[in-house]
């Protein structure tokens, strides 16, 4: 069958790697892609949001199955936008309805099905401008630290942890009143902050049933031993080593269980990833926020631990016959470590060369490109997340030092990436 994957990043050229690995790939596309995309398939310059653009490429091209990558088509109703059309009803979407995103297109909408299906998560109340000062009242009141989280997607910037009131009443006030994230933040969603360590959960559903994909850890700090500013990630880990059988058999039954009956009490349409943002309490595992999609870097991380034909698997997840299939896990550990762009995540150049590419040896791993573009004969950088070296091995220290090794054969103006992903670990 013909594929369409759509997205740009290094989740989608992960993704992208192991779906044309399967035989029932027949010719895959990538929109709009990148530079790494187009060794695997045919980009198509569409950006992700043009839903009539994406639709006549998926007619033009025979497409059977279109792969959405990131979330904000999905939160924009992709799904629905394909499943309504008479011309393009017939494609197999992965990727959850309109309706069911808001899991991540709104936070308030996460917490209220959280506590309708009484899913471990954070004491919460959630503000607009209609009840400001009931708002300013319950801040001067609350414990400390204090998480103000805007509703709606804000590219990952939406959530700031404030440690004392002050600072909490002036972000709520730049929220509400400044519009410090726009659209996304004219609802805020105040909560508990959760003291633990944070892991990643992935699922894919067909709305009846789920298959539990390898458990990741991402790390987000923009210095070595998590010191900074707050990046998209600069790497991860997989599998976890706190993540024991035992935690893992309280986050399916306390949590992925609920929230896969959830979707069918709440009659959600739902086929494709879902991202559980986690964080383990003293054991007690809890439910920091959903995603509609895989994450990135994380899907670099754990998309080359899965042995399954991917297609396959989402073929059966089209169909509702997830029950059907097994997913085989590859037991190495696997780390993914970013190169960035210089002054990453704040203000960054792109268009700087990207210089060892064709002279690269990696042992047991792959390069995955991020924020990439082919401009002539040169690839060049076009984002604050350049390129992800992930790598096999048989602890997480081996396969760190094996994706550095690669990313030692690059360089391009202002590259820097983190060399102790994993730290905790070793």
Partial sequence: MNILLVGSGGREHALAWKLKQSNLCTQLFIAPGNAGTSLLGTNLPIVVNDFELLKAACLKNNITMMVVGPEEPLVNGIYDDFKNDTNTKHIHVIGPSKNAAQLEGSKAFAKEFMLRHNIPTAAYKEFTNSNYAEGLEYIKNHSLPIVLKADGLAAGKGVVICTNTMEALSEFELMLHKSKFGEAGKRVVIEEFLTGIELSIFALTDGENYLLLPEAKDYKRIGDGDTGLNTGGMGA??????????????????????????????????????????????????????????????????????????????????????????????????????????????????????????????????????????????????GGRVIAATSYGQTIKEAVKSSINTLQQLNYDGMYYRTDIGYEFE
């Fill in 237 to 382: 880990v997989s599998p976890v080593p706190f993540v024991t059988e035992a935690f893992l058999q309280k986050i399916k039954t306390q949590i992925v269980i609920p929230t896969i009956e959830g979707f069918k009490k709440d009659k959600f349409e739902y086929k494709g990833f879902v991202f559980f943002g986690l964080i383990n309490v003293d054991g007690e595992p809890k439910v920091i926020e959903y995603n509609c999609r895989m994450g990135d870097p994380e899907t670099e991380t754990v998309i080359p631990r899965i042995e399954s034909d991917l297609v396959e698997l989402f073929l059966a997840t089209a169909q509702q016959r997830l029950h059907e299939k097994n997913i085989i896990i590859n037991p190495k550990s696997v780390t993914t470590v970013i190169a960035v762009s210089g002054g990453y995540p704040e203000g960054y150049e792109k268009g700087k060369e990207i210089k060892g590419l064709n002279k690269l040896t990696i042992t047991d791993g792959m390069l995955f490109h991020c924020g990439t573009l082919q401009k002539n004969e040169l690839t060049v950088t076009n």
